[in-house]
């Protein structure tokens, strides 16, 4: 009886994984993403959000030039710029983490949590360990990815593990279990243990999923869902369970200009997106109304320091019909890691190297300050450049990325680089109409050198589908009306 019993629960367990098998390799799989914005509970000037946006954008943008940290995790800064995803492990219920495509591993707050100089930020969203949780041990191959891939043999000693075990490979149980981690970013930092779970994405459930609990935070209360190139991210975890769902992702960020009640509708992520070289028509079933929707793709390149970057070749930028060349370090990433382009969903702002921002900055301003008087007080309270009054109706010159590929340039709709407010109307000044263009000098080339050459923030991202096809090794953008596609999605 007890021999039947025990055969019973196995073919169950087996069902239920070939269920959730099944699902997961003959669709993809679709998520919501709310924008931070949409759950703030108190409201900001638009003068106020540029400026944290802004601050936070140069300050993640610069950490990847301290040669001095060489434990970081491009962790967001503050509310107001980032997207975020729910998930749960084990028996826990879900958690929001910013989406992060600029880092690998998954971390969350966990009970009890102390989060120092945390006054002034969100408050947390915490997890329980479960009692399915168990430790990943120091051996293991995912402990060395937590530690900047340090020897499983030194994590090992740390763990006190015996050397003749060490010599061996045996310290693969909970009793040298891997050590905690410290990682290091722009305003805060972290300590935090490896766990493994199972990690519930309905209908999927993935066993053995590796993540990191923090009870100890430095000035960020909010976890991160890394998106990353990594062994720790979620796709590569979800590959080893179905490669259907790991091999390629896409998201596609709603339009909001800072405005929160443009970000009450979820931005879709789908796992497992793959598109077809002519992508079909979507929308209704009426061909009338169905959005053409064209993909156009760039190369991955390597980068052997920041090996988890989505990094491209950007060949130049044209102002209305004057192209302007980019600089070699933004067309390939060297040997050292230096150079190119990071798709970074975690920061808002698109940074690039001073002398080409100078460039592009002064083609912009022929063009619109001749027309508009410069908005020069503005600009220090908005971290943004140039801006200017708008007395009427502005003709703004359009703006088109080059990247590496043949036909693949892509237009920016003008709000995603130029965006217009009111301010004043404070009783102290006039309120007028401002505008300002929404790109952002990275510094110096030289001080620049073996880091990330620029940055396309997620706010030059909005208003497009952006896939990241893994399997194919390229990035992809279609212009689409990202608030209807949820619902599109979800109706077929």
């Excluded at 991210?233 to 960020?253: E, K, T």
């Amino acid at each position: 009886m007890k021999t039947c019993c025990i055969f019973f629960l196995y073919l169950a367990i087996i069902l239920e994984y070939c269920f959730y098998f099944s699902v997961s390799s003959s669709s993809p799989l679709l998520l919501p993403l709310s924008h931070s914005l949409s759950t703030s509970k108190h409201s900001s000037s638009p003068l106020h959000l540029l400026k944290s946006s802004s601050s936070r954008s140069c300050e993640r943008f610069r950490r990847h030039h301290k040669k001095r940290q060489q434990h970081q995790l491009p962790l967001p800064l503050s509310s107001g710029s980032d997207y975020l995803l729910s998930l749960s492990v084990g028996s826990s219920s879900s958690v929001s983490l910013y989406l992060d495509t600029g880092s690998d591993l998954v971390w969350f707050p966990c009970r009890p949590l102390t989060c120092i100089l945390c006054e002034s930020k969100p408050p947390p969203s915490l997890t329980s360990l479960s009692s399915s949780a168990t430790t990943v041990p120091c051996s293991s191959p995912s402990c060395s990815a937590a530690h900047s891939s340090l020897p499983s043999s030194d994590l090992c000693a740390i763990s006190n593990c015996p050397l003749d075990l060490i010599e061996t490979g045996e310290c693969n149980n909970s009793s040298y279990p891997c050590p905690p981690f410290y990682y290091a970013y722009g305003d805060g930092s972290l300590v935090a243990r490896l766990y493994s779970d199972s990690l519930s994405l309905p209908p999927v459930s993935v066993a053995n999923f590796t993540f990191g609990c923090a009870h100890t935070t430095l000035a960020e209360p909010i976890g991160v869902a890394g998106f990353g190139r990594g062994r720790l991210s979620v796709p590569a975890q979800l590959a080893s369970f179905a490669p259907h769902l790991g091999n390629s992702f896409s998201y596609c960020l709603v339009s909001h200009s800072f405005d929160s009640e443009r970000v009450r509708r979820p931005s879709p992520l789908i796992l497992g997106r793959f598109v077809e070289e002519k992508e079909k028509r979507v929308g209704t079933d009426d061909d009338d109304h169905k959005e053409k929707v064209e993909f156009v793709y760039t190369e991955l390149l390597d980068n052997p320091k920041h090996p988890y970057f989505y990094s491209v070749s950007l060949q130049g930028i044209s102002v209305g019909k004057r192209n302007i060349p980019a600089p070699a370090m933004l067309r390939r990433v060297d040997r050292n890691g230096g150079g190119g382009v990071v798709v970074d969903s975690g920061t808002t702002f698109t940074m690039l190297p001073a002398k080409f921002y100078n460039s592009v900055v002064e083609e912009f301003d022929s063009r619109v300050g001749r027309v508009h008087e410069r908005a020069d007080r503005v600009e220090p309270s908005s971290g943004m450049s140039p801006c200017y009054y708008l007395n009427q109706t502005v003709r703004v010159p359009a703006l088109v990325l080059h990247f590496a590929g043949i036909g693949s340039s892509v237009t920016l709709p003008r709000g995603n680089y130029f965006y217009e407010f009111m301010d004043g109307g404070d009783g102290k000044e006039e309120k007028r109409k401002v505008g300002c263009l929404m790109l952002m000098n990275g510094g110096d080339e030289s001080e620049l050198r073996g880091g990330t050459g620029a940055i396309l923030g997620n706010y030059q991202q909005q208003g497009f589908e952006v896939v990241y096809d893994l399997l194919n090794r390229r990035v992809g953008f279609a212009k689409r009306k990202c608030a209807s596609y949820w619902d599109s999605l979800n109706q077929s």
